[in-house]
């Protein structure tokens, strides 16, 4: 047991060192919308987009294009539809019904774009489930491109954000304009399911998504400290579940879903006991 | 038209797409009234685990397909009674539980032999075309047992359903029914996988049940119309499939469904622009 060497091993092969590149790229932009998405309980919202983006990057693949431009286009197109939704009417149920609708039958339109591009049902898998292999240096830098521009509009408006998703009703007497802090946030959110489903895979986007955020908020009531926390354990999550993936035989969604809902798991049972001995004190 | 019915792999379609699609129609609609849609998306994660894991297992698919989403439903409506459960809880275990299932498939590719991408992607997005007789016999009976079951509950389900205080303080037996519901809805969803995988099995529960909603207020008619509903995706998706062999029979299947709901939710606004109806009854 070498770490330094296991390491050094990974290094050394470009594929791997692209597939690390993209996933902490990932990673930081998942953690610190994650953390908004899950204060402004939209997770649902962030897995639909996910599924949305399956049937872009298999119809992308289809026509011959880069995988990358599907998930990206479908994803922000499916936000700016979510967001222009007006507000919603009718009961939460038949909602819920009208979202599950939408999933299967984007999950459908995907597999039939696969079904069309004969030969390809292999690659299946690592759009549902997720990949460590074939991560181009293009993709890399469209990852790096979108992940920044979205992590510099977030801290632009990260106040007026904050202040809407805590207490809209109070924001927008303030004069914030809500509507607008909402649709861009999906926006945002869009491009960070987007870049998750490249490492994840469009069904496990959660792991990185949401399972650090919720491991942030039982650990931490404060947003910066939180936000903090989010990223470092989805980043930490990727890289750690990129390597074992190498090492094991078991895919990489395997790994990253176990660990991520390992952290969330250990920092509910530290909420619960730190709870406990407070009361005790108290 | 007639010509299709000489082939036995499409009777074997019909006998076992009629008897499923029946049977989630009419879950469905209690599901979309009861608000537990949220439940068919957990089932069809622990389906897909299920199912590979026994494959992974060695044995019957169908066993821990029923074993998986029996127990799960039935679990569900057992904890259903104190809060549900937030969806950070739901979307982080599911997600894990949806890593398990790789997990399982990884296991499977590795000691089994023949066939196994094709049972990955069968269990996802389903197979109903290459339905065997024998198993095409089982699921209708199946279906049709289930079917049995549920109209004898149907009364006091409905009771329980719309006014639970009251249908308790009747005598109804509310605690008992919830548990049995959901163990049925993880039965259906077990049958309904079969037909258009574990993937796309939300969406045969919810899109009939809510365009049956739209329609109709009334109870007994709008259940009535929801399994019609699903009936005619199932029909109608088969023989779009059967003439465009392109068009893998879950994705046709999915597309009827989830357009009777766009249909039935856009309808009162096609009525709007004739002139005004005498009476507005939908």
Redesign the interface.
């Given at each position: 047991m070498n770490l330094v060497e296991d390491v050094r091993l990974l290094l050394s092969y470009p594929f791997m060192v692209n597939a690390l590149r993209a996933g902490t790229i990932v990673a930081v932009v998942a953690g610190a919308i994650g953390y908004f998405m899950v204060l402004r309980r939209e997770s649902f919202a962030g897995h639909t987009l996910a599924v949305i983006g399956f049937p872009g990057a298999a119809g992308a693949t289809w026509l011959g294009i880069n995988a990358a431009f599907g998930y990206f286009g479908f994803c922000i197109a499916g936000a700016l539809v979510i967001a222009a939704i007006p507000a919603r009417h009718g009961g939460h149920s038949e909602e819920s019904a009208a979202i599950g609708t939408v999933q299967a039958m984007a999950l459908a339109a995907g597999f039939l774009f696969v079904s069309l591009y004969k030969g390809f049902l292999s690659g299946l898998n690592s759009l549902l489930f997720g990949t460590i292999i074939g991560v181009t240096d293009d993709q890399v830098v469209v990852l790096a491109v979108a992940g920044g521009a979205c992590l510099l509009v977030l801290v632009a408006m990260a106040r007026p954000l904050l202040f809407v998703s805590i207490d809209p009703a109070v924001a927008a007497a303030r004069g914030v304009p809500v509507r607008l802090v909402n649709g861009a946030f999906l926006i945002l959110l869009g491009v960070a399911a987007a870049g998750t489903s490249q490492v994840t895979g469009s069904l496990l986007v959660f792991a990185l998504l949401v399972a650090p955020a919720a491991t942030a908020t039982r650990l931490t009531a404060s947003p910066a400290v939180g936000v903090l926390i989010s990223v470092a354990v989805a980043v930490l999550v990727t890289l750690i579940g990129e390597a074992i993936a190498y090492f094991s035989p078991y895919p990489i969604g395997f790994w990253v879903t176990s660990l991520a809902f390992g952290c969330y798991l250990l920092a509910t049972g530290y909420r619960a006991i730190a709870d406990r001995t407070r009361v005790r004190t108290a | 038209m007639i010509a299709m019915f000489s082939h036995p792999f499409i009777q074997h379609a019909f006998l076992a797409g009629t008897a499923i699609a029946l049977l989630s129609g009419l879950v469905g609609y209690f599901v979309?009234?009861?608000?537990?849609?949220?439940a068919?998306?957990a089932l069809s994660h622990v389906a897909y685990a299920g199912a590979l894991a026994a494959l992974a297992a060695g044995v019957d698919l169908r066993l821990g397909l029923f074993a998986a989403t029996i127990a799960v439903g039935v679990a569900l409506g057992l904890l259903g009674g104190r809060g549900v459960a937030?969806?950070?809880?739901i979307?982080?275990?599911?997600?894990?539980v949806?890593?398990?299932g790789?997990?399982f498939?990884?296991?499977y590719t590795?000691h089994g032999s023949t066939g196994n991408?094709?049972a990955?992607?069968n269990v996802?997005?389903g197979s109903i075309f290459g339905i065997s007789f024998g198993a095409a016999v089982v699921a209708a009976l199946i279906a049709a047992g289930l079917i049995a079951v549920l109209l004898m509950i149907a009364r006091p389900l409905l009771f329980a359903s719309i006014d639970p205080v009251v249908a308790a303080a009747r005598g109804v037996p509310v605690r008992l029914l919830g548990p049995l519901f959901l163990g049925i809805v993880g039965a259906s969803a077990a049958e309904a996988s079969q037909a258009v995988g574990a993937?796309?099995l939300?969406?045969?529960?919810?899109?009939p049940?809510?365009a049956a909603?739209?329609l109709t207020d009334r109870p007994w008619p709008a259940l009535a119309l929801s399994g019609g509903l699903a009936v005619g995706a199932m029909w109608l998706g088969l023989w779009v499939s059967y003439v465009v062999p392109?068009?893998?029979p879950?994705?046709a299947i999915?597309?009827v469904?989830?357009a009777e709901?766009a249909l039935a939710?856009i309808r009162p606004r096609l009525l709007a622009t004739h002139a005004h109806r005498v009476d507005d009854t939908p």
């Open positions: - | 979309v009234l009861r608000g537990q849609v949220f068919g998306d937030d969806d950070v809880v979307g982080t275990v599911f997600a894990w949806l890593g398990l790789v997990f498939l990884a296991l590795a991408g094709a990955n992607v996802l997005f993937l796309l939300f969406g045969l529960l919810a899109a049940a809510a909603q739209r392109q068009l893998p879950s994705f999915m597309s469904a989830a709901y939710a």
